[in-house]
Structures are given as structure tokens and as C-alpha cells.
């Protein structure tokens, strides 16, 4: 094959953002962001729901316009030349709005239709993991083929981009790890692929950069890795009190407070219940907490250490964490 795709440096822009800017009357959903997006990797949206993931997806689609800024998909511009960009990318549907009565044959030959390139029908369906399914109707199909499906008909026409909208959410674990396997291969073939997510698991997992949005803005982006090593605290500590409940306020400060002096301690928070501790020396901090509970009589409990995640790097930007509304 001779395509753009190929002709072009994997590592180049593909995707450029500038100040795109979205109100929904005096809402600001989308408010003013830049990012490029490189050929060849996978790029998460990260955030809560309500971030603006879906809506920044759809103005770079061309399926929203904006109220400013601009979008480029393969050099050409969403707002004045759409048709262009229809031809590179490709846009997984939400899997409700198939139709149900249609064989999974039939719905893919009825979208390879619509466009003038499209790759062949057998291989692409292989290529999800559907060839078994190719006459039985949408209806009933699972929810994870359901997606698949979905996927494959972002793919027909073989586009260079491909957005997947939290093409994970409602799935069972090994729905979702099966569809995992076909967004790194989709990778492997040579797309660009943009996703959009509140999984921090998925983003880890599967995106070269993560771009972490909150209310409408770009708040970090960065490879996975060094988001979390960016914290300064690639280690956390976790424990609770058991008496905690009977202690004053002041002395659950003075524990806070003490926790932020030990070695290695970067950050020191009271969450919930919960003690959190990050660190960038586990070893010694973890030595000193010891020896500061021995020595104060402190009895903890359910203590754990892990490695940071980019939930606790979400936290640690917005005092929030993923999973809120
Ligand atoms: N057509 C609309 N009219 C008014 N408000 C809207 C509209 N579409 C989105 N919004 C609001 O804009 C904000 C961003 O929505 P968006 O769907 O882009 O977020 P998201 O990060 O994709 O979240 P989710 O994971 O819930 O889909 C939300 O507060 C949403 O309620």
C-alpha cells in the first residue's frame, strides 16, 4: 500500500488542536485547548465524567463545531474542509445506535457503501474477532461484539485516525481486555488512535500519552510514565487507624503533620479513612513511620504499599478523583 499513512514519518503531527473552545449557553464545556496528537500512537482523553472528552473528540470529528479555535486531521481543517477529513478518519459509533435487525455482513457491507476506498469485509471482521459472526443479527450480539462491531465499522474505509469514545464502558473484564488486544494491533497496523476514557487502568495500559482533562481544560500530558514520575512520589503508603475514631482532631493534624516530615514524603493526605502517603523513598519512610508509631503508641492497620497510579496523579492536581461525578 502507497497511502499518506505510509509515506509520512510515524511521530509527526497528526492531529493539531489549537484553542478549541466549546459554551453551551453560558457553560464552557470545552475551554481553549492545544494539543498535538503524534501519527502512529495512541492518545487518551483522560478525565471525569463531564470533563469535555466527548466534546473536544466530536469538534476534532468535525461532528461539533467550535466556538474558537481549530482543528487539523491530516493537515486538512475540520471547518472548511470536512470531506477531506471524513476520508482519513474513522469514528466508532455508539454501539445503541446499530441496527439491530441487520445481519453483522449486511451493516458492514451497507457502511463499506458509503465510501469510495474501503479495505475487504472478511479480514477486516478477522481482525475484531467477529468472523464466526458474520450472520447473525446485531441483536444478538453481546455487548463486547457489540463494540467490536462498532470498531470494525470505524475501520472500513481505512481510515488513519480512529476515535474510540470509552469504547470499554459497560463491559465485563475479559470483554474488556479482548478489546484491549484490538486497539494495540490497530496500533501495530500502522493508526493513529485516539480514546477517550475515565478508566485510569485503560489509559495506563494502552495510551503512548495521556492527555488528563478536568471542566474543559488540558490539565497534564504526558506518557503515562512520566505523568506519575512527575509527581516526585512514585510510591504509596496506605494505612488507617483503628482507634482513630476516638482521637481529637488535633491529634489526627498532629499525625498529618508529622507524616509530612518523615524522609522521602512528598505528599501526606487524610482521605476518607484512609492515611495516604506518597513517597519517593519507600524504604525510609516506610522505617521512620514504623518507629514514629512505636514510639507514640500509634497502632495502625491495613497498611499497604503501591506504585502510583494516575488516579493518585489526578488527585494530586485537583484534589478529586476520577470516579467523582
Ligand atoms: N449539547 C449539550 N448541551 C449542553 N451541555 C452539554 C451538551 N453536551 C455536553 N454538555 C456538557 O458539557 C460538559 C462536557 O461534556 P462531555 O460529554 O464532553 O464530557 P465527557 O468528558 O465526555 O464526559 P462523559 O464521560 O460523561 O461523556 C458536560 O458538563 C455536559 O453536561
Known sequence: ???????????????????????????????????????????????????????????????????????????????????????????????????????????????????????????LLQSVTLEEKLNDRVKNLSGGQKQRLAIALALVNDPQVVFLDEPTTGLDPQARRTLWDIILQMRDRGKTVVLSTHYMDEAQLLCDRICLMDRGKVIALDTPRNLISNMNSESAIEFRISEELQWPEARQQGLLQHLHTLSGVRIAEFRKDTYVLYTDDLQQTLTEFIEHCKAEDIEFMDLLTRTATLEDVFIHMTGRSLREE
Do not use: C, W
Open 1 to 123: 500500500m502507497t497511502s499518506n499513512a505510509q509515506q509520512q514519518e510515524q511521530g509527526e503531527p497528526i492531529i493539531e488542536v489549537q484553542g478549541l473552545r466549546k459554551r453551551y449557553g453560558s457553560f464552557t464545556a470545552v475551554d481553549g485547548i492545544d494539543f498535538d496528537v503524534r501519527r502512529g500512537e495512541i492518545f487518551g482523553l483522560l478525565g471525569p465524567n463531564g470533563a469535555g472528552k466527548t466534546t473536544t473528540m466530536e469538534m476534532i470529528e468535525g461532528l461539533r463545531l467550535p466556538d474558537e479555535g481549530r482543528a487539523k486531521v491530516a493537515g486538512y481543517d475540520t471547518r472548511t474542509e470536512l470531506n477531506k477529513v471524513k476520508t482519513v478518519i474513522g469514528v466508532q459509533l455508539q454501539s445503541t445506535s446499530l441496527f439491530e435487525l441487520l445481519k453483522v455482513k449486511e451493516i458492514t457491507k451497507m457502511y463499506a457503501s458509503f465510501y469510495e476506498h474501503t479495505v475487504p469485509i472478511g479480514p
